[in-house]
């Protein structure tokens, strides 16, 4: 099995910074990416950002771009999710996931094979 646990959640201003972690144990498994979902309250998760564990490229939905910064850092098998110039809208719980299919298509939630249980990351205005 795999877990994968998610931090670095909080309650943040508008305009502040988050960096949410999501760290992978278990048994061995070949990662070809990592990603970032969120859901806000009584709507389906939604994508946020996904890296390729191996090339490090990254992808993001349009409401994140140039605000947030996926990363990740193989030795600690852990991802990063930068948060900066956070909004209200973007309060939510956020879950990582990971996914080992070659051509997997990472925005897209059955693509994961393993998620976490989330973070809640509040913004106030």
């Known amino acids: 099995q795999v877990q994968l646990v998610e931090s670095g959640g909080g309650l943040v201003q508008a305009g502040g910074s988050l960096r949410l972690a999501c760290t992978r144990s278990?048994?061995?498994?070949?990662?070809?990416?990592m990603g970032w979902f969120r859901q806000f309250l009584g709507k389906e998760p939604q994508f946020v950002a996904a890296i390729t564990w191996d090339g490090g490229m990254t992808t993001y939905a349009d409401s994140v771009k140039g605000r947030f910064t996926v990363s990740r850092d193989k030795s600690k098998a852990t991802m990063y999710l930068q948060m900066n110039s956070l909004e209200p809208g973007d309060t939510a719980t956020y879950y990582c996931?990971?996914?080992?299919?070659?051509?997997?298509?990472?925005?897209?939630?059955?693509?994961?094979?393993?998620w976490g249980q989330g973070t809640h990351v509040t913004v106030s205005s």
């Open positions: 996931g990971v996914g080992h299919a070659e051509r997997m298509i990472v925005y897209s939630r059955p693509a994961y094979d393993y």
């Open positions: 278990g048994r061995n498994f070949t990662i070809n990416a």
